[in-house]
């Protein structure tokens, strides 16, 4: 009989560190033996901004976003075809072959979050303070920035909750105190 996934949904306003966790999660899951992968909801959005900024001619560095065309595209996508970013994100979750699941860009929380919460996700919110994640935010290149996909994030209720107002050392500690309990369980 083959170990559940642990599945992972980091949430959080952006600049808060959510990827940076999840690649901390990735690395303690897998000093324990354990293979993770990280699967984004948001994969047909960056290929669609990748598209879009390719037609223009214009070639957006890696891990560079421009949030205010991804906010726009993801709201055209869901107006369009209202379940397609979680379905196709689901399917991808399922095939993988990883002991440890992890998404850290779901936005939609009175929809999305659902279903992953029914699916037997466990929600990690990652937080820093407002003026933290202003500076990450700018230092990583964004070229416009917007709240507005992470509204409400203080709302959601939360199994795991991290404070990521230190260094990446402070926040690697903190993940592995929590992802101690979570790989007990």
């Given amino acids: 009989m083959t170990q559940p996934k642990i599945r992972l949904a980091l949430i959080g306003h952006s600049g808060a560190g959510k990827s940076t966790t999840a690649q901390l999660i990735t690395h303690a899951a897998e000093s324990r033996g354990l293979r993770a992968e990280v699967i984004k909801v948001a994969a047909p959005l960056y290929d669609l901004q990748h598209a879009f900024y390719t037609r223009i001619g214009r070639t957006l560095p890696p891990g560079q976003q421009d949030q205010q065309l991804m906010e726009t595209l993801a709201r055209c996508l869901r107006d369009r075809e209202p379940g397609f970013l979680l379905k196709d994100f689901l399917a991808r979750a399922d095939a993988s072959s990883a002991d440890v699941v992890i998404n850290d860009d ?48 203080e709302d959601v209720d939360a199994e795991v909750e991290v404070t990521n107002d230190g260094t990446r050392q402070d926040l690697a500690a903190h993940v592995r105190a929590v992802l101690d309990r979570v790989f007990s369980c």
């Fill in 106 to 153: 779901v936005r939609s929380y009175d929809h999305d979050l659902l279903r992953l919460r029914a699916s037997g996700w466990t929600v990690m919110r990652v937080s820093a303070p407002d003026e933290t994640r202003k500076q990450r935010l700018t230092a990583q290149g964004y070229l416009s920035l917007s709240d507005a996909s992470t509204a409400g994030v």
